[in-house]
């Protein structure tokens, strides 16, 4: 036994030995802007040497990305630790360089004494809102499969299971996504819907500028005797009562004033095919937001399946080296136990965020009215989406000039003033003009009567003008234009209350943008030591210097640290995402 114990404390003594002779590491790590998710590529951050882990001198791409991101530091005019000290490496370097030469690296605006003072290398030209109605979810055309559309029967109702099987999974990044949205969704198609009908009602109004012309024929035959008897003929002639004639008639009708009426409900109309394209426009702005949000919910649900199935496999690790630890006679049962404990409850977490997993899935579908035989997976990798070179109260002024929100409000106000006219209209006078042609024909011929043959045509027209005023009408006409004042004054409310949320919109989406951008860096940090610190729990453990319970919780602030860093990645486009919204820019990175 006491052989035992000084074997035991020897090996400990060597363990902790070769952990007090590892290098220190010299500086903490840095924090790195708009570097991508380690859950696709693990990245890691350190000092900036001669040569590489390898011993082989940085290549020259790898030289100009540190560059490119020292400029862009040094021109941003920020605080901190200059990134030209350190460098990037990545165990997907190929993948990096590349995205590196496809677009020059930029940098997000990280907090400093000038928070809102956009980057003048990185300013972007603002973009002007697209035409009212034009629907462009995507920047340009990507292209999609074909077999992921829909059936084009929006009345098919599948009966049997088979034909609501998933047959298959198809990976999709997010402009594949706008894309199939901006063709399938079926909030967009109603909208498309409702426009046309403004179109028609808008012509149908138009036509009251022209005359109305009706054409009109007709054939008759009438007689007499037909129960009765007939009389016996008149000097010596027969007595016909059966005749045939032939009718025609054509008139044309004009409304030459209308007191303004009829131009007030032409106006009317243009300014609800106004209406309807301003809520087109602001119906694919919103299908944007919600498909982007339903996207990175699908990532966040499978980078929690990602996390949870390390967490498993973390948890088994535990376990085996707690049971060797036993066998070994320097482990107790009870840290058996509760590694197993630990196993179960991974295991347990696995199985919701599959669930989870599934139903995001389902929901991203739905939205972009996927074909019910395929179900769609993300697969752009999760990184920051794009960046925000805009002051806030630049974002403010562009959302002022770019939301159909705040232009509906004026449509609806136009519309209730040519309301107000109409209703005034009725009580002005009212004037028309008429014209009618017609002409008869008979067409019998056993009558030979002269004076009678020369009454089988005839033919007469007759001009008019009409002249109507409404003297009283209960006053109808007085209290529908009141009505009309009122709801001007609504609309007027109704404008102010959606510039003050705009407002409020875009201060919001704003803030979170910097916070979570924030929140991605120190995530970044503490995703590395509780890596580090998870490594060193371990082999205390297997020194016999720790416990279990150590490397439990080691394993747990890790799990935490992967899900901060991927919420935090996921918040900050989701954020970008709902200030593109805020003020209907249509960008997209």
């Known amino acids: ?51 590489t882990l390898s011993g082989k001198s940085p290549s020259k791409s790898d030289r100009k990305l540190q560059t490119s991101i020292h400029k862009g530091r040094k021109a941003n005019g920020s605080g901190g630790v200059e990134l030209s000290k350190y460098e990037i490496h990545s165990y997907k370097s ?28 990185l300013q972007q030209p603002q973009q002007q809102r697209p035409k009212a109605g034009q629907i462009d979810l995507p920047n340009r055309s990507v292209p999609v499969p074909n077999y992921l559309n829909p059936s084009p029967n929006p009345l098919r109702f599948p009966t049997k299971p088979e034909e609501v099987q998933i047959l298959g999974a198809e990976p999709i990044s997010l402009r594949q996504a706008l894309e199939l949205a901006r063709r399938n969704n079926l909030q967009l198609q109603q909208a498309q819907l409702s426009l046309q009908r403004s179109q028609a009602s808008l012509r149908a109004v138009q036509a009251a500028e022209y005359p109305r012309v009706n054409l009109g024929a007709g054939v008759a035959n009438q007689g007499s005797y037909i129960f009765s008897d007939q009389p016996d003929s008149l000097f010596g002639q027969d007595l016909d009562t059966n005749t045939t ?33 301003l809520d087109l426009e602001r119906i694919s702005e919103e299908v944007r937001l919600n498909v982007s949000t339903r996207y990175y919910d699908l990532q966040q649900a499978d980078e929690l399946v990602r996390i949870q199935q390390s967490a498993v496999r973390n948890a088994q690790a535990s376990l085996r080296d707690a049971q060797a630890l036993e066998q070994a006679g320097v482990g107790t049962r009870f840290d058996v136990l509760t590694s197993q404990v630990q196993v179960a409850r991974a295991t347990q977490d696995l199985a919701n965020a599959l669930s989870q997993q599934r139903v995001s899935r389902r929901q991203l579908a739905v939205l972009v009215n996927l074909a019910e035989s395929v179900i769609i997976t993300a697969a752009d990798p999760v990184e920051i989406a794009g960046l925000w070179n805009l002051t806030q109260e630049q974002s403010i002024i562009q959302a002022y000039k770019n939301r159909a929100e705040l232009e509906q409000q004026l449509a609806q106000r136009n519309i209730n003033e040519q309301q107000r006219r109409i209703a005034l209209a009725t009580l002005g006078p009212q004037i028309s003009l008429a014209a009618r042609y017609n002409l008869s024909e008979s067409l019998d011929s056993n009558n030979n009567n002269n004076s009678q043959q020369s009454q089988d045509f005839r033919d007469q027209y007759s001009l008019g003008a009409n002249v109507t005023l409404n003297l009283y009408d209960g006053g109808e006409a007085r209290a529908r234009a009141r009505e009309a004042e009122a709801n001007i004054a609504i609309a007027e409310t109704n404008f102010a209350n959606q510039r003050n949320q705009i407002r409020l919109d875009v201060e919001q989406a704003y ?61 900050y486009n989701r954020a970008l995402a709902q200030l593109q919204r805020a003020i209907s820019s249509g960008q997209q990175s």
């Open 1 to 51: 036994m006491k052989r035992h114990y000084l074997f035991h404390s020897l090996c400990s003594s060597l363990t902790l030995a070769l952990l007090a002779a590892q290098p220190a590491k010299a500086e903490p790590p840095a924090r790195v802007t708009g570097i991508s998710s380690p859950t696709v590529r693990d990245i890691t951050v350190k000092p900036l040497k001669a040569k």
């Open 245 to 277: 004639s032939l009718t025609g008639d054509l008139s044309l009708n004009y409304d030459l004033f209308t007191s303004g009426g009829r131009r007030a409900r032409i106006r009317a109309a243009e300014e609800q095919l106004r209406n309807d394209r």
């Open 511 to 571: 803030s979170q943008l910097q916070s979570n951008f924030e929140n991605i860096q120190t995530a970044s940090v503490a995703l590395e030591q509780a890596r580090e610190a998870l490594r060193l729990a371990r082999l205390r453990f297997q020194a016999g210097v720790g416990t279990q319970t150590e490397v439990i919780d080691s394993e747990n602030r890790l799990t935490q640290a992967e899900g901060d860093r991927v919420n935090a990645i996921l918040s």
């Open 94 to 121: 190929n993948q990096l360089t590349a995205q590196a030469r496809q677009k020059p690296q930029q940098t997000a605006p990280t907090p400093s004494s000038n928070t809102n003072a956009p980057n003048p290398k």
